[in-house]
Structure formats: C-alpha cells, structure tokens
C-alpha cells in the first residue's frame, strides 16, 4: 500500500512572529523547513529550522535534501533592520537565489510576502490603492529600494516562469501578539510621536488574520499580485487613543525638523523613512484576493487595539 506524500515547505523568517504562526497552521499536515537569516529558532523535534544565508552554496543543499513542494517566502528583513546593504543582500539578491533554486528544483508553488510600504506615502494617492497602482516608494526613501526591488524581482519570475506559481501579497500594518515592526511598537508604547496637523486613515491587519492568508494563499495556486487589507480603517491619532497612548506631537516643517526631533530622543519606532506614512494616507484595496481566496479577516479593530490597551509594554 502506498503512503500519501505530505507536501514539503520551506517557510523562510522562521524567526519572526508571523512565520511561526504559519509553521503552526501547517505543521500537521506538511513537512515543513524552517530558515532564518538571522537566527536558528528551536520550533519542535518536527521541525528542521537552520540559520543560514541564502547566498551561501549549504542553502541548494536544503533543496536537494528536502525535495520541496512549496515555499513561503516570509524572510524579507524590514527596513529597520540591519545595513542598508545586509538588507539589501538578504532582500533582493537572497530572494533572487530562492526563486532560482525554486525553478531549479520544480517546485510548484511560491508565496512571497511583500509590504504596502511599496506604494510610498504622497499627498496625490488615490482614496483606495489597488494592486495596478505604480510603486513609488523607491523614489521617495533610499531605505525603502529592496522592499520595491525584492517585489519587482518577484514580479519577473511571476511572468517569466508560470510554473512556479508565484503570489505576491501586499499586507496593511500587521499588528498583535509577538509582532516586532515599527507601528505594533508604537501602539504598546505608552506615548507615540504624531506629526502635528497630521492623522492619516491606516489600516490594520491581526498576526492571526495574516496567518489566515497566508495559507489560504499557498493552498490555492492562483499567480498574482495581491493587497491583503481588511476593508476597515481608522485616523492615527485616533488609533493611538483607543490603545490608551497618549500622542506626542511632533513639528513637521521644516522637513528635516521631525527627523532631527526624534533622533535626539531616539525614537526609532518613528523612523524617519516612514515619516510620511505618519502624514499621508495610504489605503489598500484588499477585495481582489477576498474575492479570489475567499478570504475573511475575524479579529476586528477593537480587538486588536483592546490587545495594545492591555499590553502596554513594548512586545
């Protein structure tokens, strides 16, 4: 009697919240990988996890040792992180070494994830960004250029080899439990900077709800670019108010006032190449991968901000 394969994944950013939640949807019923750059994570005697660097020749080993079905590509090293040059090898050259071994190997299936910070922040976007919108952000902040250069990659093997079936997902702010990026900071922190005059409408998506699509995502091999948004948003400041944190307001002329501000405070969860994320808005239209992947965010934003309310420090 022959036994029925379960399917290999290699999930990469194993180290980080979201990618842990993912290994734990999947974990019954796939062999899964777990790789970080940055650092080996213990995720059960089930589990392979490595630190390894994608560039290094040891990473096509994992491929030929583990004969992978699917990758999920979580790894993308934020831009608070690290060099801009350790960034920028981790992001875009590291990502254009998985999606080759990916197409030496045949895998069938890739889930990258992107951010929306590729839209960039100006005064002049429309009401609701949707996926055909140009990606400004790389003319707008030099430490946003891998974000845009690792989606634009991801973007040529999309339409250059089908087979690989790649999905690009563009989330809002991903929030809640275990979440380390600038905006989950802000709202646990006590006081958070505001640009004054300033309160643009942002989104919120649950870790949780992330999860959610994320394996809805590779479960269903459908290629393309999609926003991952609840259809739900709310002001900054008034964010801040319901997480019970009180907004520190921030001059925002002349430009280079703010920045000098928050580095004499060393507020780095307000940095500066996000500053006009904190001044325009920059809403997604996340319909198009509902529609397609039936997908349906539960945790709502009285849920999320009732989280911040109850931990007020830094996660």
Request: charged residues 20%; glycine residues 4%; contains cysteine.
């Amino acid at each position: 009697m022959t036994q029925h394969r379960r399917p290999h994944i290699l999930v990469t950013g194993a180290a980080g919240a979201l990618a842990q939640q993912v290994i734990t949807q999947l974990r019954d019923h796939c062999d899964l990988v777990a790789v970080d750059f940055r650092e080996q994570v213990y995720l059960g005697d089930d589990i392979p996890s490595y630190c390894i660097d994608f560039n290094k020749r040891v990473f096509e080993d994992l491929f030929r040792r583990y004969e992978f079905d699917g990758v999920i590509h979580l790894g993308r090293i934020m831009s608070s992180q690290l060099t801009r040059m350790r960034r920028y090898n981790a992001n875009v050259l590291g990502t254009q070494k998985l999606l080759d071994l990916s197409l030496k190997y045949g895998i069938k299936r890739v889930v990258v994830l992107s951010t929306y910070h590729v839209y960039g922040a100006v005064a002049y976007n429309p009401a609701l960004i949707d996926e055909s919108a140009p990606l400004k952000s790389a003319g707008l902040s030099s430490d946003l250029i891998d974000s845009v250069e690792l989606e634009n990659l991801a973007n040529i093997y999309l339409w250059r080899y089908p087979e690989l079936n790649i999905s690009i997902l563009r989330p809002c702010n991903i929030v809640g439990p275990g979440v380390r990026n600038a905006m989950s900071t802000l709202l646990a922190s006590e006081r958070a900077p505001v640009l004054a005059g300033f309160s643009p409408m942002m989104q919120f998506i649950h870790i949780d709800d992330m999860a959610d699509a994320i394996v809805l995502a590779y479960k269903k091999p459908v290629r393309g670019v999609f926003n991952v948004a609840p259809q739900d948003w709310v002001a900054y400041q008034h964010a801040l108010k319901l997480c019970h944190c009180k907004s520190l307001p921030i001059p925002s002329v002349p430009p280079i006032l703010p920045s000098m501000i928050l580095r004499t405070l060393k507020l780095r969860s307000f940095p500066s190449y996000l500053m006009a994320f904190f001044k325009y808005p920059v809403v997604i239209d996340g319909r198009a991968f509902a529609s397609e992947f039936g997908f349906n965010p539960k945790r709502q934003l009285k849920d999320i901000f009732r989280f911040y309310m109850d931990n007020k420090k830094p996660v």
